[in-house]
């Protein structure tokens, strides 16, 4: 007996997902690498972080070292690039300011993935919509995009993996819109690992059980499941049974600690070399807690050297150095972060890692007075904050570091390795595609 049509849920999420986002971003400025197998690399060109549907055929896997994979590379003529974040960053702030003009409610999710809430638009075809919303990212910014719409975000997220791997859907797949017979159908053929919160961790203990396919989960009784595993489990069913229970957050959530960090191109044994790298990795992190308007009251610092180097005795260490007055401004935040970097240096060392936690952090408005803080004191924090904006507009404009402190270094022989890092094409004037 044909099963009848499920009522039509009130809400429509969409989750918005850019295909294979770092390789895709290198193929809007060489459309010569279309179509042939590319790989984006992680820090100092280690692992492959991004592949194109080439390189998935071939059977490489996320996180794989690229040193394993040159040979292959030869075979296949696979081409490697190393991460250009600068670039990515900036295609994707451009992408979400598109999608936010779909929809008034915007969850921005990763820098490649965005929830739009369309309930609002209920006579408005959503599959047709989603198209609209393909084809404007992809004549506007060059990005091919996949769009899943489903009555709450655990669906819509789900939607969304039936459109990336389907071509019959055509990159837009709307479970909505589904007759349950066609729903059971295509759950029936969904591992349950592919289920967001499921993952890789939990889908052998499913199996194990006999859950085995989104159906099977979406069937389950939730309560013995929860008391088993954990209340997000219990979650994760009641949303692909169409219960809202992770809501749309419009606004970044604000960080509760702001970390900084890099492995070096080549390891450091002197103290300047990690003094600079420390103070460009407080800059960066002190850009973004000005950028989320927090301050904060503790600086932790760490250093460490290789754990994988047989030839030379292993040394971690890290401080957190509190400070007198919660601050967002650069040069305070890079004294106590050097002051708690000499107090844990050890001669004799080849550094491989150094990086930066900022915590305690407070929204600016409700930064605490000291008790013997004088107006003066006031007005001069004003005034650095002041100096602080406009060092952060100067590098938006000009390119990152045009304006930093001295102790930043200006050789940097230790920086991370970027063997074949693609041109700033958007964050860099001097790099700019001419026509």
Same mark, same amino acid.
């Given at each position: /007996?044909?099963? =009848?049509?499920?009522?039509? &849920?009130?809400?429509? +999420?969409?989750? *918005? #997902? ?5 390789? @895709? ?70 992408? /979400?300011?598109? =999608?936010?003009?779909?929809? &008034?409610?915007?969850? +921005?999710?990763? *820098? #490649? ?5 369309? @309930? ?316």
């Amino acid at each position: /007996m044909e099963m =009848l049509n499920p009522p039509i &849920p009130n809400r429509a +999420i969409a989750l *918005i #997902d850019v295909n294979n986002f770092y390789v @895709s971003c290198e193929r809007v400025f060489n459309p010569k690498l279309e179509g042939k197998p590319v790989v984006v690399l992680s820090n100092n060109d280690g692992c492959a972080v991004a592949r194109s549907n080439e390189v998935k055929a071939l059977g490489i896997k996320m996180g794989q070292p690229w040193f394993q994979l040159k040979d292959l590379a030869r075979k296949h003529g696979i081409i490697a690039y190393s991460s250009n974040y600068a670039l990515y960053a900036d295609m994707s702030n451009r992408v /979400m300011s598109i =999608l936010g003009m779909f929809s &008034p409610e915007q969850e +921005i999710y990763s *820098i #490649d993935e965005c929830f739009l809430d369309l @309930s609002g638009f209920k006579r408005l075809n959503h599959t047709d919509y989603g198209q609209q919303i393909r084809q404007r990212i992809k004549q506007w910014i060059g990005l091919p995009v996949c769009v899943g719409i489903g009555s709450t975000k655990t669906l819509a997220k789900l939607a969304n993996h039936l459109a990336k791997k389907n071509p019959e859907f055509n990159g837009v797949c709307d479970l909505n819109s589904f007759s349950l017979k066609r729903q059971t159908d295509w759950f029936q053929r969904i591992d349950v690992g592919e289920i967001w919160g499921i993952g890789r961790r939990l889908a052998p203990k499913l199996h194990e059980i006999g859950i085995k396919t989104a159906w099977d989960l979406k069937t389950a009784s939730p309560s013995p499941l929860r008391a088993r595993f954990s209340v997000v489990m219990e979650k994760i069913i009641r949303e692909i049974n169409g219960t809202a229970c992770i809501e749309l957050e419009e606004l970044h959530p604000t960080r509760k600690q702001i970390l900084s960090s890099r492995s070096f191109g080549v390891p450091v044994a002197d103290l300047p070399g990690l003094e600079e790298s420390v103070s460009l990795y407080i800059n960066r992190a002190a850009e973004k807690l000005r950028r989320q308007q927090s301050i904060a009251g503790v600086v932790y610092v760490y250093i460490r050297t290789s754990p994988f180097n047989p030839r030379q005795r292993y040394y971690a260490n890290g401080i957190a150095v509190p400070l007198s007055m919660q601050t967002d401004n650069t040069v305070p935040l890079t004294k106590a972060a050097l002051w708690g970097l000499r107090r844990i240096y050890r001669r004799g060392y080849q550094y491989q890692k150094a990086g930066v936690i900022l915590s305690e952090l407070t929204p600016q408005q409700y930064r605490q007075l000291n008790l013997f803080e004088s107006t003066s004191t006031t007005e001069v924090d004003k005034k650095s904050t002041k100096m602080m904006n406009i060092i952060d507009q100067i590098n938006a404009r000009m390119g990152r570091g045009t304006i930093r402190l001295a102790s930043e270094g200006f050789k940097q022989p230790w920086k991370m390795k970027q063997g074949n890092k693609s041109p700033g094409y958007t964050t860099k004037w001097e790099e700019l595609v001419c026509v």
